[in-house]
């Protein structure tokens, strides 16, 4: 069709597929000029209901269908188009992409492109396409030869002239929701765009209706932003629409979609260096940094004067604590600096010289300062420097803690090489994390793992003396720990603490080695230095349980009955169920009040809930030193059938206290002295006085004091 006006020789349906594809398409020149805007009055658009009319030839002048505004499947609305004498619509009438309207004739075939949101301004044309009543013309129905061809407007509302120049709402072209069928068109989201800078620069887009349309049949869903890009759009082979796509997931947070429509441009147009640019901000926004890193380095070798991909590689290398890397790519020559990525630049480098500085002469406590400055002053994501922090609260003894911080490296990606030139500390890049974490496996015992991870480092480094270093010490350590075991079994204690020994002199702070000689002078019944061996186990891991278990059983020995038993009360806060630990720290408690001249001839461990009758057997048995439970129960009472086999269920986990029942209804006389008069009530009474009462308690209210009272 002919820009000219000339009538349209033959429209046919089965053209409509064509004729709606090349009406969204859209081409942008480097000025961002827009070839083949929309017209969708060339969107003719045939109904079951009411075809469209022939024509005789080229030189007839036929009245030709256009488009009707309805609320419904009927015809009502104002008509838009040529009249009735035969008058065509010029290019100058147009109202923007809010008013769908024209007629066929103007609209070339060639395809003009349509951008969701797109806008123009009407000219002030002496026809306008929607007529108003308010503007002194009268509404009228269509004319004989007029008939209608779809569904406009669903609101049914008729638009003044150029009334919806400024409109937020894009127009989406459905498959027909109406008796109509063909043509309809619905509201969809919007979609506003400003123009797209030089150099493909990332556009402002604006942000979109969270209820888009969607065509039937897989077409393209007009003016819609949505997450998922729709599947006509991602069938798309126009990549500027398929960046923009991008470009609206991605100001949403949606990385991962926006990197699928990037990846799509990038196959359609590979040499294109600003996809590559928006695809390392949908890879930074999933924290897949060295990916990211390679794709500004691309889109960089693409295009060598690209400013924002330098910036982009700058700003990430500095996130990623590669300060010498960042500075040739954030100082550019001839090209203004961030100051704020320059000076977040300085401080990073200045903190990382520090750090280097007192891991040198191993001052970890500077080094732990300046690693988490340098983190907290924009290097974030460096694995090295958190790498860096684990290992300083390693040497600190701070052992949980250097695990949970050597364990949030995972989340940074790191598995892929950025530069095996990079180094840190001395050690290539990516040595040091498998450096760092063969010493936390090494301090937890786990000699495996430990030598599993320093060869991966010495693969990676094989000429970094430090990794050197800790390979050999793993190794031997490693075989005085299987040597020492073997002995131990064979119960040659003294060989097997001299093996241990060895271990220990090529690593003075693990722990395991340390406990597991505590053990041959357990048996070699040399107490003191049992004790001495767990206590600096327990030093350097504050948690080590069988460290804390044989110090107690040595210092039990050495009838230090203070010591024994607090050890064994933390023992039995942590191992509440572990039935030989309360036994032992109540045989521990019997030996502690002995020592002090107090009467245990009522203690007793274990047992089960104790049934008491009179007044002088519950006098007796509260009595005694140790925390007595007693509930007063009526056997007739729900509440108190419900709660006995919690207090069952207590009586085994906390042999180390005194459980006792009392029938207020069969022992009343205990029930007036103590002042019953609810139950079920608990009482907790100490060398015969009374410290706790509850009165219809929860279970965990019940437990929790009584695990209070057994220590």
Known sequence: MAESGKPITDIRLDSLNDRLRNSLSCVEDDNDNNFNKPDFRELDLGSPVSPLRTRGGATATTTTTTT????????????????????????????HSGELSGTAESSPTGGRGFKPGHSRSDSGGTHPLIYSGGSGSSVTSPGVNVLPSGNICPSGRILKTGMASRSSKTDVLGSGTGNYGHGS????????????????????????????????????????????????LLNSNDPEELKRLGNENYKKGYFLEA????????????????????????????KRFPEAVRECEEAIRLDPGYVRAHHRLGSLLVSLGQVENARRHLCIPGHQTDPVELQK????????????????????????????????????????????????????????????SLSSTSRLHTSDNLNSQIKFFGIAS???????????????????????????????????????????????????????????KSE???????????????????????CNRAACWFKLEKWELSVDDCSQALRIQPNYTKALLRRAASNSKLERWAEAVQDYEVLRRELAYDNEIAEALFHAQVALKKSRGEDVSNMQFGGEVELVSCLEQFRAAISSPCASVVHFLA??????????????????????????????????????????????????YKNGRRVKEMICPSKELLESSVRHYSI
């Open 68 to 95: 009707t505004t309805s609320s419904s499947s009927s015809s009502s609305g104002s008509v838009s188009g040529r009249n009735g004498q035969g008058q065509v619509v010029k290019k100058s009438d147009l109202n």
């Open 345 to 404: 630049l300085q401080v990073i480098e200045k903190r990382l010289s520090r750090c280097t500085d007192a891991r040198r002469v191993g001052d970890w406590k500077n080094v732990l300062r300046e690693a988490e400055a340098a983190i907290a002053s924009g290097a974030d994501s460096c694995p090295q420097l958190l790498a860096c922090r684990a290992e300083a609260l390693l040497k600190l003894h701070r052992i949980d803690d250097a695990d949970s």
């Open 430 to 488: 990516d040595a040091y994390l498998p450096f760092v974490r063969a010493q936390l496996e090494l301090a937890l015992g786990r000699f495996e793992d430990a030598l599993t991870a320093i060869e991966k480092a010495g693969q990676i480094d094989p000429r970094s003396v430090e990794v050197s270093v800790l390979l050999s010490n793993i190794r031997m350590a490693s075989q005085a720990r299987s040597r020492g075991n073997a002995l131990f």
């Open 492 to 514: 040659r204690f003294t060989e097997a603490c001299s093996a241990y020994g060895e271990g220990l002199r090529l690593d003075p702070s693990n722990s395991v080695l340390l």
């Open 259 to 286: 990197l699928t429509l990037y990846d799509k441009a990038i196959a359609i147009s590979p040499g294109n260096a600003a996809y590559h640019c928006n695809r390392a901000a949908a890879l930074i926004g999933l």
């Open 185 to 232: 068109i619905m509201r969809g989201g919007t979609g506003a765009k400003s123009a797209v800078g030089c150099g493909g620069e990332r556009e402002s887009v604006g942000l979109a209706s969270p209820a888009p349309t969607n065509l039937r049949g897989g077409g393209l869903m007009v003016g819609e932003p949505t997450r998922r890009g729709g599947a006509g």
């Open 635 to 684: 056997s007739s009472n729900l509440q108190c059938k419900q709660i006995s086999p919690v207090l069952d269920a207590l009586c085994a986990k906390y042999p180390s206290i005194n459980f006792l029942k009392v029938d207020v209804e069969g022992s009343p006389a205990i029930a007036n002295a103590e002042h019953v008069r609810i139950v079920p009530t608990f009482k907790i």
